[in-house]
């Protein structure tokens, strides 16, 4: 098991900048990679970023290249999303998600408000 707790949501005005963090505690050795997901009211869960825990290889969606930047401390098992220039297109539920091949986790989500 691998639990998950994300911090760091909030309202914040458009152009604005917020830090996510998602505290991973548990089986984390067999973590094989995190990300970062979102849903929207009335969409989907859509993903956002991710990075793999060995080496630091990052891959982000379309509408956060540029704007986001994933990261980890691989002593603190703790992965954050550096959001810039947020958009009121990016409010949503952030969930931290870790993939340990076999099976997935996720956390509880964090609110993130863009007002325009």
């Known amino acids: 098991q691998v639990q998950l707790v994300e911090s760091g949501g909030g309202l914040v005005q458009a152009g604005g900048s917020l830090r996510l963090s998602c505290a991973a505690s548990?089986?984390?050795?067999?973590?094989?990679?995190m990300g970062w997901f979102r849903q929207a009211p009335g969409k989907e869960r859509e993903f956002v970023a991710r990075?793999?825990?060995?080496?630091?290889?990052?891959y982000y969606a379309d509408s956060a290249k540029g704007r986001f930047t994933i990261s980890r401390d691989s002593a603190k098992n703790t992965v954050y999303l550096q959001m810039n220039s947020l958009k009121p297109e990016d409010t949503a539920v952030y969930y931290c998600n870790a993939d340990l091949r076999q099976t997935q986790f996720w956390g509880q989500g964090t609110q993130v408000t863009v007002s325009s």
């Open positions: 548990g089986r984390t050795s067999s973590t094989y990679r």
């Open positions: 990075i793999w825990w060995s080496g630091g290889a990052t």
